[in-house]
């Protein structure tokens, strides 16, 4: 019960801070932040993969109902969900995975999750900058767009992954 | 049958995907400025308080500025009467006919965006206010930021100037030519001006204001020449307009009503540059 409320409450942190706080940043096109993909990217790791799709869907609808996004956020969201267990399998390995409930830098080792992390936000971000572009005639600039924000996505997360209070073996907050 | 069970059993998330998938592009494809406008003014209702909050507290930072900026304005308008009020003295019979087709307020943006390609603001006023739908919205200076798309009670959703789908008049300073301009979605600060032909004047620097808008009373600041290129065809000039509005720095702003707007709109509302990029999505 306890992990259930925890992941609720990471899941409604994320939204709140990428509608209240990150949208507003307004710093450049070039440096926006979608770092409500940090509560995909914290599933358990042993989730139902269609329960992960929804979780994902449900994210996006959510950022896009408060933010006015048309779709946009849903669209990237349930794909990033879709890739996940595959990029994790592949980036991260089983054998690091098991009984790590919540994938963090601590549980799985730095190296790893930073690939981890990279590799989603990336998918993440392509997917939203070419759906809201929703043209290839600027496609440089829409490059530009999706790196640099990929690029603060990764760093913004990876910080607040950081102080998250992990249990690796132990499952203290976890389980 | 039992095959098929299994089958379904083994890849029924990447159905699940497909279908959550096609939902939201089916949505996202369907969606207008129109419709992002509304959903904007809706969550507008909900997280507009919250905005306004957060706002009031960033507006002591810019007080300074803005100060200054509506003393530069009030002396602008106070010399402006005391030009027409002589001027009235000695023509009296014209005194009905200046009567002003142009109607303003102001309010406060309560929240902005410039991050994405199609961008909204929200301002801290709506119907309860006066505010219709339509109206222009210009900087506290004076420039062009958008217009008001729509209201509820208390708030407004408006369509920035870096919206894909925003378009107004451009005449460029000191000539009779006139174009579009709009914004292609790349440059924040900057935004085109189309249609000039290549036998005209151009030169950096010169400064474009508008001009044939149903929004906007002619000649308001829409920024100054920053390059100039050609278009695809050769056949006009594309030039890039640096914004007269600070479009980040948003905080104050001036709402103006053309009264005869739904009667013009009406009439000829197609032949205007305002709405040649409405509804229209790349």
């Known amino acids: ?175 | 049958m039992y095959k098929l069970v299994q089958f379904f059993r083994k890849y029924y998330p990447i159905f699940l995907f497909v279908l959550l998938e096609v939902l939201a592009i089916n949505f996202y494809a369907g969606s207008t400025s129109h419709t992002r406008a509304t959903l904007v003014a809706t969550t507008g209702k909900v997280t507009g308080w919250i905005y306004s909050v957060a706002s009031s507290v960033g507006d002591y930072f810019s007080l300074r500025r803005d100060n200054k900026v509506l003393l530069e304005r009030l002396a602008a308008a106070e010399n402006r009467v005391a030009m027409l009020q002589s001027a009235a003295v000695v023509d009296t019979v014209c005194a009905d006919s200046v009567q002003s087709r142009y109607v303003f307020a102001t309010a406060r943006v309560v929240s902005n965006s410039i991050v994405h390609q199609d961008n909204y603001f929200i301002i801290d006023k709506g119907t309860d206010d006066g505010i219709e739908e339509n109206m222009g919205v210009l900087s506290a200076d004076g420039a062009v930021v958008g217009y008001v798309h729509s209201c509820s009670e208390g708030y407004s959703a408006c369509v920035s100037v870096l919206n894909r789908s925003f378009s107004v008049g451009g005449r460029l300073g000191g000539s009779e030519y006139f174009g579009s301009v709009y914004w292609n979605g790349t440059d924040p600060r900057e935004v085109i001006l189309s249609d000039i032909p290549r036998y005209a004047d151009v030169a950096v620097g010169d400064t474009v204001r508008s001009a044939y808008s149903l929004r906007f009373p002619s000649g308001c600041l829409i920024g100054t020449v920053s390059s100039i290129d050609s278009s695809d065809d050769g056949v006009y000039y594309m030039l890039r307009i640096r914004l007269g509005a600070r479009m980040n720095a948003l905080s104050d702003v001036m709402l103006v009503r053309f009264t005869d707007y739904d009667e013009l709109n009406g009439l000829a509302g197609e032949h205007f540059a305002d709405n040649a990029h409405e509804g229209k999505k790349e």
């Not at chain 1, 259930?4 to 949208?23: G, K, N, P, R, S």
Request: proline share 4%; glycine share 8%.
């Open chain 1, 1 to 175: 019960m306890r992990r259930v409320t925890e992941y609720i409450l990471i899941f409604v942190a994320a939204v709140l801070l990428q509608v209240f706080l990150f949208d507003n940043l307004n710093i450049s096109p070039y440096l926006y932040p979608l770092f409500y993909v940090i509560a995909i990217l914290l599933m358990p790791v042993d989730m139902k993969h269609a329960r992960l799709i929804l979780a994902g869907f449900v994210l996006g609808v959510a950022v896009d109902l408060l933010s006015g996004g048309a779709g946009l956020n849903t669209i990237a969201a349930t794909a990033t969900a879709f890739v996940r267990p595959a990029v994790l399998d592949v980036l991260v390995g089983k054998e690091a995975l098991h009984e790590v409930g919540m994938p963090l830098p601590v549980g799985v080792g730095r190296g790893r999750w930073l690939r981890y992390t990279a590799v989603l936000v990336l998918v993440h971000c392509t997917i939203y900058f070419f759906f809201e572009a929703a043209s290839f005639r600027y496609v440089w600039y829409t490059l530009l767009r999706i790196l640099g924000s990929a690029v603060s996505t990764i760093l913004l997360i990876f910080f607040t992954a950081s102080f998250l209070p992990a249990g690796k073996t132990d499952g203290m907050s976890v389980r």
